[in-house]
């Protein structure tokens, strides 16, 4: 079993930032690749981020690419994600995700296909 708890959200102007992290429990966090979804008022849960069990292989959705870099730090089961050059459409509720996946290349992160999940943090971006 693995436990998710995310924190870092709140409220922010257009353009600044924000770092969410991640705290896993379990002994086994570093067999996990490790992901962030978001999911806006009346839209779908969509992808924003992930991290191999090793941290050299990330991947990004288009939306975020350039603004947003998700990194972790097994000693500390934690994975984090900060958000740089924040815009009002990135206003969601973020969630943290965990997949099992032993390849040192991050694999596709679907929300149907993760194995735990955090029970989100709200971040809101102001115009």
């Known amino acids: 079993q693995v436990q998710l708890v995310e924190s870092g959200g709140g409220l922010v102007q257009a353009g600044g930032s924000l770092r969410l992290s991640c705290a896993a429990s379990g002994r086994t966090f570093s067999t996990y690749a490790m992901g962030w979804f978001r999911q806006a008022p009346g839209k779908e849960r969509e992808f924003v981020a992930a991290?191999?069990?090793?941290?050299?292989?990330?991947r990004y959705a288009d939306s975020v690419k350039g603004r947003f870099t998700i990194s972790r730090d097994n000693a500390k089961n934690t994975v984090y994600l900060q958000m740089n050059s924040l815009k009002p459409e990135d206003t969601a509720v973020y969630y943290c995700?965990?997949?099992?996946?032993?390849?040192?290349?991050?694999?596709?992160?679907?929300?149907?296909?993760?194995?735990?999940w955090g029970k989100g943090t709200l971040v809101t971006v102001s115009s």
């Open positions: 995700a965990a997949d099992r996946q032993l390849s040192t290349v991050v694999g596709p992160f679907t929300v149907g296909g993760m194995d735990y």
């Open positions: 991290i191999s069990w090793s941290g050299g292989s990330t």
